[in-house]
């Protein structure tokens, strides 16, 4: 028997999901290259590490965080929980800026936006209909960041030019 309820996701949501799928590409690009590396086509010198068993083992890593980024965004999107996402993409926004700042790391631009993305996935992961998809309260001090302005409010008045 099936007992999850049927519900609409929430577009902050799926915007949190899209953007934080941003470093899959590149985390499967490099667990594969790594795994081969470290296995079956061993290179010299070694890319990352000092050794073929580096590579291997960092070709591991990010096959599981391939993994894990893979079921953070599912649970995200299927409302069950948020804060493997949030911490998968922090690590991600942590890295990124890493390799930002230290030039010999990686390419600049790239780590610029996926930082931006890593960014802009926590920050819908947190709107208030992000917390409400979890089933949780948005605290009050989110719920005043997100609050939309009141409608009755009169538009205010701009004198003419002449």
Same mark, same amino acid.
Request: proline share 4%.
């Given at each position: 028997m099936y007992d999850d309820e049927v519900r609409d996701t929430p577009p902050t949501v799926v915007g949190a999901v899209a953007l934080g799928a941003a470093p899959l590409p590149f985390l499967a690009?490099?667990?594969v290259l790594f795994l081969v590396h470290g296995s079956i086509h061993p290179v010299q010198p070694p890319d990352?590490?000092?050794?073929t068993g580096g590579e291997f083992v960092a070709g591991c890593i990010?096959?599981?965080? /391939? !993994?894990?980024?893979i079921m953070a965004l599912l649970w995200l999107l299927n409302g069950r929980r948020r804060w493997l996402f949030a911490l998968v993409q922090l690590g991600v926004l942590g890295a990124a800026v890493d390799f930002l700042v230290d030039g010999t790391e990686g390419g600049s631009f790239v780590? /610029? !936006?996926i930082a931006l993305t890593a960014l802009g996935a926590l920050v819908l992961a947190f709107a208030p209909a992000s917390w409400r998809h979890v089933d949780r309260h948005a605290p009050r001090a989110v719920q005043r960041?997100?609050?939309?302005?009141?409608?009755?409010?009169p538009a205010p008045v701009v004198p003419a030019s002449h």
């Open positions: 690009v490099y667990a990352i590490t000092t050794s990010a096959a599981a965080l /391939f !993994v894990v980024t780590s /610029f !936006v960041i997100y609050a939309p302005r009141r409608r009755d409010e």
